[in-house]
């Protein structure tokens, strides 16, 4: 095995390298308007994967074009995760636009960024994500507003599932919860203590998090995409924000627990959150 100090060089010379050969690929298909620019990122997303030695086991119904994919958040390696299993894009903060390195590549992906802070901006924000949706893109929003720590789930807000309240040729655009979990290092069930280690919450700084993924053995990220619904079966955004919430929250349960089959051990009475402390981002 080699030792964490030459896994992280030989990973992160590896990442630069994708990097730097696929973000002139991508940034020329989208100048030039090519076809297939929602392609190169799922390539690059897996190629990044499996060079950090990551596995993602996927179970449930995969969405359909035109959905609003409603994730809990745990890591910035979320979007390689998500996106490595199909066309997808996403919905961010504003400022992370302005981040180096990081904000160029969202923007590759063709991200959607959002003041969150500014409700003046509330309807402006919704319409664009309407036209995403009509137009067939894929959008997975973090509705938590935040990262938590792998465990437990915060609370979905609500404000821009009304993205969702368009129809097209008369049905509801649809929404899906999908839960993230980190579920085990090197074949053996991950740990609560092990799994906030993954975790980019609190204090934590980006690239102390980053160094600390490079260096990690290998590990498998669990993606359950529950059943999909919309705002017209749910009874309202709001209903659908807690009802969204339950899923994922019981999803990330039952795979951090030991539970496998999602679907069957899940009940409507199942709590909607652990209590387990978490501390969220600034």
Known sequence: ????????????????????????????????????????????HKVVLKILGVRVRVSGPLPAPGTLIVSNHVSWLDICTIGSVLPINFVAKADISGWPIFGFLAKLQKTLFIKRDRRSDTANQRNAMQDRLLDGSRLVLFPEGTTGDGTIVFPFKSSLFAAAEVQENDRPIPIQPLSLAFAELSGIPMSRRIRIKYAWIGDVGLLSNMFYVLGSYSFTINLIFHAPTNLVEAGGRKKLAVSAHRQVQNGVANTTVGFTDVEATHTPDAPSELKVAAKPLA
């Open 1 to 44: 095995m080699l030792p964490d100090i030459i896994r992280i060089a030989i990973r992160l010379i590896l990442v630069v390298a994708i990097i730097v050969i696929f973000s002139p690929i991508q940034f020329l298909i989208i100048i030039l308007r090519i076809p297939g620019s929602d392609i190169l990122p799922l390539i690059f």
